[in-house]
């Protein structure tokens, strides 16, 4: 009772009351509220804050609870603002000044009325067609009734159901980006780096076309790889899209009568959020291309296959999902992934619910997170024992060889899986086995025969390739589990790592690790971190039976999905190192793929493939893919805060610094180009893999 409620909304003060629910008015009026309202975008915005509220919202907080005297809570805070954004210029310090004085001149009382006049109610937490665990725990955990459900309610295992994202409609973007079907291209980049798996594009027959919504928007189909007149739909998630605004900085299209415009364009998002998520399930219900007939090595055509990582609650425009994201589609139900704790972990498989997700049969990636410690050696455990299932698999399709049939037995043994007309066909015999085995568990064999049936009958998944994937950021792959990495590298057993390097501990507390650039701020890097990046790649290279490669998704599209394709076709150990931008990067998080360019621009980051596999062809393992020393080091570390503060706070030493990482960009440069040109592998040709 008699406690403040704080409302930012977009709702003149005049309306505030009207727009409020039934339940929230009675709750004002019963406990003798005081309410304020604020439109902290609306401050942001003109004070050059962008969508960052922070300030303005503790602001108000000082200014309402009144914990210390108004004018003393201000200069506190104008002090706090100083020691914090100090170091990142004047420019900073002076806008965020300007958002605490305009905050005051737009923070209002409304006075709480003694009747409740409103008809409307509050929204359930998720849809009435969520699942049963769904409406009965994930909505309570979502509503912040989570002590409430009883225990008999929880899993006893411990396991969490997947494709729960879906449900937690959040709507946090104020702006969301809008189709223009005219002038699109169809390139589906908007759809590859698309952080939250919220803009989608689907090809589809015109019969499909039923009961379709008034402001359902597709268009001819430009491209007749799937047959002839195709439709083609590119339809936003509006609900869960979190206005990062990627989609539109990477679009090529620009509408020549208007050129601010391209083929999308970010919209309010309120005024089109009921039209939009109808047109959103209606596109949901569209048929997905048959995953067997789509050709995965083209940007475009990889972007019609389903993510199975949808909404997950990374940062808005984190450069790390769309990585993750690609892995659920290029590989689908077959992903086994295995995720170091760090950012990935967090946004991968937080409660209430999780991102991965499942395909219309109901499968999807299994996903498990371990510690920061152990997670390449918790993958590869997924490895031997996926293998040992197989091999077992295997051994009793023997025994039953004359039960099954030589054509199912030696079909399901020797099958060719290299692609996903392979690996359907594989399905399809995997299905066949489990269907003789269960007519022989229920006609008239032995008990000891039934029992083996039933244990093949659990094992049979096995017979179909796992793509077995371990995940994490730089803290976990080049410091804390660099142990365990470097054992499982060394195994030469067939795992995919893939390392979101965002060049220091990002959510975890802004630490630097061994990957951070030598002259980036970070925490216990105060002064500029003094040595240079360990160079990962290089590491993993020196064992010869390892396929490596350093990817930009920002930079070079297509050679990140040619990485991906072939990193898990090698049969042996792959590492893929991925740039990926960050809000710890003090950046636009919505030109971070600008970023990604720069930094490949500049050749601080190199674009490379080292691979095995082409020293038996006689060829060069290793192929140096980027263009770099286009231009210099500091065009692009001083797009980004962590390296631009400490030009402020001790330019000299900055100076030094960046001259220094240039020197570490030159040296690196040429020791990959000698690489690239020199010889034809033929001396590594007796590297074996290890056993
Ligand atoms: S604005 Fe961001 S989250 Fe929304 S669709 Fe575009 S890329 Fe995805
Ligand atoms: S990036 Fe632009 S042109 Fe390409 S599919 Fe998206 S909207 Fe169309
Ligand atoms: S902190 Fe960085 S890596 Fe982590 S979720 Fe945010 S943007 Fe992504």
């Known amino acids: 009772e008699g406690a403040t409620f704080l409302l930012n909304t977009k709702v003149p003060k005049e309306l505030v009351w009207d727009s409020l629910p039934e339940k929230v008015q009675k709750d004002l009026i019963n406990k003798k509220m005081k309410l304020y309202i604020i439109d902290a975008y609306k401050v942001a915005d003109e004070t050059g804050m962008g969508v960052r509220i922070n300030t303005i919202m503790q602001t108000c907080f000082f200014a309402i609870s009144k914990i210390f005297p108004r004018d003393e809570a201000i200069r506190m805070i104008k002090d706090s603002i100083k020691k914090t954004y100090g170091a990142k210029g004047d420019k900073i310090v002076e806008m965020n000044f300007n958002a605490v004085d305009q905050t005051l001149s737009n923070l209002y009382e409304v006075e709480v009325p003694a009747q409740v006049t409103s008809k409307i109610q509050l929204q359930p937490a998720v849809s009435g067609n969520a699942p049963e665990f769904v409406a009965d725990v994930t909505a309570n955990i979502i509503a912040g009734f989570g002590d409430d459900i009883p225990v008999s309610k929880m899993p006893c295992d411990g396991t969490f159901p997947t494709a729960t994202a879906k449900w937690e409609k959040r709507n946090i973007a104020l702006e969301v980006p809008i189709w223009d079907k005219e002038i699109c291209i169809q390139c589906n980049k908007c759809v590859l780096v698309c952080p939250h798996a919220t803009i989608r594009a689907k090809v589809f027959e015109e019969k499909e076309l039923v009961n379709v ?87 475009k055509d990889s972007q019609f296959l389903e993510p199975l990582f949808e909404f997950s609650g990374a940062c808005s425009g984190c450069g790390e999902t769309p990585y993750v994201k690609l892995v659920s589609q290029l590989f689908g139900d077959r992903a086994v992934v295995a995720n170091a704790t760090g950012c990935s972990s967090i946004y991968g498989g937080n409660l209430p619910t999780t991102p991965w997700t499942v395909d219309k049969d109901g499968r999807g990636p299994a996903w498990s997170n371990s510690l920061f410690e152990d997670n390449a050696e918790f993958g590869f455990g997924f490895r031997l024992a ?74 049979a998944d096995y017979l179909v390739k796992k793509s077995v994937w371990i995940m994490g950021g730089d803290g976990w792959a080049y ?18 790592i893939l390392v979101l390097d965002t060049e220091v501990y990002s959510n975890t507390g802004g630490q630097m690790s061994k990957s951070t ?17 360990k160079d990962l790649g290089m590491m993993a290279m020196s064992y010869g039976t390892v396929y490596v490669a350093k990817v930009a998704m920002g930079s070079n599209d297509a050679h990140t999905v040619k990485v991906f394709l072939e990193a898990e076709a090698y049969n042996g150990p792959s590492l893929i190192i991925a740039y990926s931008h960050c809000i710890a990067h003090g950046i636009d998080m919505g030109r971070g793929m600008r970023n990604q360019k720069a930094a490949v621009d500049s050749g601080y980051w190199q674009l490379y493939r080292y691979n095995p596999d082409l020293v038996a062809k ?22 980004e805060t962590r390296y631009k503060m400490l030009t402020k706070t001790h330019p000299d030493h900055a100076k030094k610094l960046m001259d220094e990482a240039q020197n570490d960009v030159n040296e690196r440069w040429k020791l990959y180009e000698q690489l690239a040109l020199s010889g034809n592998g033929k001396e590594n040709s007796k590297i074996e893999k290890p056993e």
């Not at 990062?244 to 309010?268: Q, S, Y």
């Not at 410091?479 to 995919?496: P, R």
């Not at 231009?631 to 797009?639: K, Q, R, S, T, V």
Request: aromatic share 8%.
């Open 213 to 299: 919504p008034e402001t359902f928007k597709y268009t001819k189909f430009k491209a007749k790889d799937y047959g002839e007149n195709l439709l083609y739909s590119l339809q936003v998630a509006v609900e869960d899209c979190t206005g990062c605004g990627l989609c539109v900085d990477v679009c090529p299209v620009k509408n020549k009568k208007e050129t601010k415009l391209k083929a999308i364009n970010m919209v309010e998002q309120l005024p089109i959020r009921e039209q939009e998520r109808a047109n959103w399930d209606y596109f949901l219900n569209l048929s997905n291309l048959d995953r067997t007939k789509v050709n995965v090595s083209k940007i």
């Open 386 to 459: 996926i293998d040992k299932h197989n091999t077992h698999a295997k051994q009793l399709l023997e025994k039953y060889r004359n039960e099954l049939g030589d054509q199912l037995v030696d079909g399901l043994i020797k099958a060719q899986q290299n692609d996903e007309a392979g690996i359907y066909e594989q399905r399809e015999r995997v299905a066949q086995l489990k269907q003789r085995l269960n007519s022989f568990i229920s006609n008239g064999y032995s008990d000891e025969a039934k029992g083996e049936f039933n244990h093949l009958l659990s094992l």
């Open 479 to 496: 410091d804390i589990g660099y142990g365990g990495l470097d054992h499982v590298l060394a195994s030469g057993k067939n795992v995919n």
């Open 517 to 533: 650039p030598r002259g980036a701020v970070a925490k216990f890097a105060a002064a500029g971190k003094p040595m240079a990046k």
């Open 618 to 639: 006689g060829e060069n393992p290793f192929k140096l893919d980027s263009k770099g020393l286009k231009i210099p080091l500091a065009d692009y570390a001083y797009m």
